[in-house]
DNA sequence: AGAATTATTATGTCAGACATATTTTCTCTT
DNA sequence: AAGAGAAAATATGTCTGACATAATAATTCT
């Protein structure tokens, strides 16, 4: 179990727990631990573990009942959309599933989001979108400086919708920037190779164009998938070597 | 301010704080009153004030840092599309823009997802889909009997996407299914009509045709908008006409 | 005037107590 | 024996008061 050491905040505990929870130790339904048990569990006191719980609330995750404990919510009332709970997600199980999910999302909901931009989007709009697009040119094959301006870049373009459901999926969008970039280790070039892409959007933005834009988006969308996809796989035989060379050392 | 009577639970304090910020009162940045003078002023303890902030945190509203206090978080970071916090949006501010956003978002996926469902769902969720669709029958020109299985219906199609991220919009559909209802007080008969082009998507997705399923649910998606758009400008005219009548009655 | 030090203060955490609402158990009746 | 109803048990909900901690504001010294 996930005790730690000596001190942990709520925060660190409401992830812990939400962990539990997302790789399916506590399932929908299951009745936690009394919040006494979770206190000495994780030694901490009973309100820094409510703080925590409240928390998971918060996002939907858990509910509690006077007398019959906290219990995990069905699986439909989880948010997650929600920032930190894609975070959780993305270093609990990164799975290929989760991958294709996010991608499968991404895939409906950006390109209409930059057709949108390019329609109704302020030039102050535009011109952030640029400026985050010249900091990933800037930032040339360094993985880490490039990023940050990704993320302004798609964020800048659900901005620019003036949408604020739209705003708010960029929560989403972050979290598969953020397992993109995770993955790229084994391939340091990719990320870079999607510049062009990012250059063709912005560019049908400018001109106003809102069908160019979904366009562009959508294949900016195609080339993210397929480095995803192949990363994940390079990933995933790299592991079974792993395990290969693991289980031969064991017996 | 929304002091109120005598007792208040947490929830209902973190609603109205959550109302104060989503109505302007309280803007993005603004340091809210310390926890003391929260707990005296909705009169519990501060640690049920506490309570109510952590749940406000867990939806990315606000984040607080010692000493400095609690401060309203940026825009970007709210968690538009927790369910709780639509819920309290459509409660406090139904403005037109609201509803031209919330079907804006609507429009984007719901096609997409129903193209999905009709191409992956299983059987057991189409008959779901389809129990929702008889609820609705069987409503016949009940307003209230028929909202609950309108909702099912929708979220079953987003069931059967199979996807995480898509399921987790239903809280989205819900909030715009309920000001769809709040709506329809001053035209009983629009839910109704919506009920054969919900036959329409059901037939389309038991075909598995993706692309009539999408366009069914397009069409869908038109019908509701319209809809909505109409009773908001009816509704804006009797507001009109009572605040004529009221500013008469006043000098 | 500017840097370093000290005081202040609002959130963070703790401990222990009591309130409240269910659930569980027990008891009594039919 | 079965079922209704009363009593006990218990986990969350709430309150109080205290201290810890970190960021800010005020002060002192160079």
Redesign the pocket.
């Known amino acids: 179990m996930a005790k730690s050491s000596s001190?942990d905040?709520?925060q660190s505990i409401a992830r812990d727990v939400a962990r539990m929870i997302l790789t399916g130790v506590w399932r929908e339904g299951t009745i936690l631990p009394?919040?006494?048990e979770l206190a000495s569990r994780f030694?901490?006191?009973?309100?820094?573990i409510?703080?925590a719980l409240s928390l998971l609330k918060g996002k939907g995750l858990i509910a509690?009942?006077?007398?019959?404990?906290?219990h995990v919510r069905a699986r439909f009332d989880w948010n997650m959309l929600d920032e930190e709970l894609l975070n959780w997600t993305l270093s609990a199980l990164p799975t290929q599933e989760f991958a294709k999910q996010i991608m499968e999302v991404r895939r409906i909901v950006e390109p209409e989001a930059c057709a949108i931009c390019a329609a109704r989007g302020t030039d102050e709009d535009f011109a952030r979108i640029e400026r985050a697009y010249r900091g990933m040119d800037a930032a040339g094959m360094d993985r880490v400086a490039y990023a940050e301006p990704d993320l302004q870049f798609h964020r800048g373009i659900l901005i620019a919708t003036g949408n604020d459901f739209l705003i708010a999926f960029g929560a989403t969008v972050a979290a598969a920037l953020r397992m993109s970039f995770n993955l790229s280790s084994t391939n340091p070039g990719a990320p870079r190779k999607s510049l062009p892409y990012h250059r063709a959007v912005l560019d049908e933005i400018w001109a106003r164009n809102a069908d160019g834009a979904r366009q562009a988006m959508h294949k900016l969308m195609d080339l993210t998938e397929q480095n995803i996809v192949s990363a994940m796989s390079r990933q995933k035989k790299k592991d079974a070597e792993n395990e290969t060379i693991r289980t031969k050392r064991t017996r």
């Open positions: 001190k905040s709520p009394r919040e006494i030694d901490v006191s009973r309100a820094s409510r703080e509690s009942k006077q007398k019959a404990g906290t």
